[in-house]
């Protein structure tokens, strides 16, 4: 079936969707099939489902992922290779897409949705619930996050080289009154309801088409305002593909994660 994209004009929101060819952990892991489809395609059809998204764009440096792109009904920005290397910052790719799109097409989206592929568990419903915040709050963009698995509470700076087996005096990362009376060892759920602390998945995240133009976003690799905010999503969405047993468990997680969301409804 062929997709209309842009799904409507004036564009006012593009998914950008980041798609290096690179081989790094998982080789052409872009393209590595999650219940039966390729993560790339996850990526890609979650933002069609997504009403607030009126286009779709894929930005990649390879071939054969802009054809999978193509065949799957995305725009494809051919990315310059200086920003698909390993240590490539998101600030190259977001400016070059967002350029690439005002020659080629004359689109000046205000706002940027970025959908990794390696993050693929994400319902439409949470996209379009975020674009619509953005829309209607102040913010300068808006993060995907989920309750930090780790709590800075309980984390330190190490006087020293850190390496293992040296020593050195601590200093607690977070402090306050009530730490230093009741002392680093309290229990974590305690602890999550004192003082909440929020851990920014990758999963969704949105920023303003302005952020991305500043000169310093590429000199500091900076896409993002100073007002942020966040979205909390469910934590069992929050699976970073790097293996092949990544794989494995984010499908029998989203098996089960839709099944809960059809028994709401």
Do not use: C
């Not at 913010?139 to 309980?154: C, E, F, H, R, T």
């Amino acid at each position: 079936m062929k997709r209309r994209n842009p799904k409507r004009e004036p564009v006012e929101v593009v998914a950008i969707i980041p798609a290096r060819g690179g081989q790094q952990s998982i080789p052409w892991k872009n393209l590595r099939k999650l219940g039966g489809k390729t993560l790339l395609a996850w990526a890609i059809e979650v933002a069609f489902e997504a009403d607030q998204i009126d286009a779709v764009v894929v930005s990649t440096e390879n071939a054969r992922i802009a054809r999978e792109a193509e065949r799957l009904g995305a725009i494809v920005a051919p990315r310059p290779k200086k920003y698909s290397q390993p240590d490539s910052d998101d600030a190259g790719w977001y400016h070059h897409a967002v350029t690439w799109l005002e020659a080629t097409h004359g689109w000046v989206p205000e706002y940027l949705v970025n959908l990794r592929p390696t993050g693929p568990l994400r319902f439409a419903s949470d996209v379009d619930a975020m674009i619509r915040y953005l829309k209607r709050s102040q913010a300068d963009g808006v993060k995907s996050v989920i309750p930090a698995p780790l709590l800075p509470y309980k984390m330190w700076h190490l006087k020293g080289s850190g390496k293992v087996g040296s020593a050195g005096k601590l200093s607690p990362v977070f402090d306050n009154a009530w730490r230093r009376k009741h002392g680093p060892d309290q229990p974590r759920q305690k602890v999550q309801q004192l003082y909440p602390v929020h851990f920014q998945d990758a999963q969704i995240d949105i920023t303003r088409r302005k952020f991305v133009l500043r000169p310093e976003a590429l000199e500091h690799g900076n896409v993002w305002g100073k007002n942020l905010h966040g979205y909390v999503l469910d934590d069992r969405l929050s699976v970073d593909i790097d293996t092949v047993d990544d794989l494995r468990r984010a499908e029998k997680i989203y098996r089960q994660l839709k099944q809960e969301r059809r028994s709401r409804k």
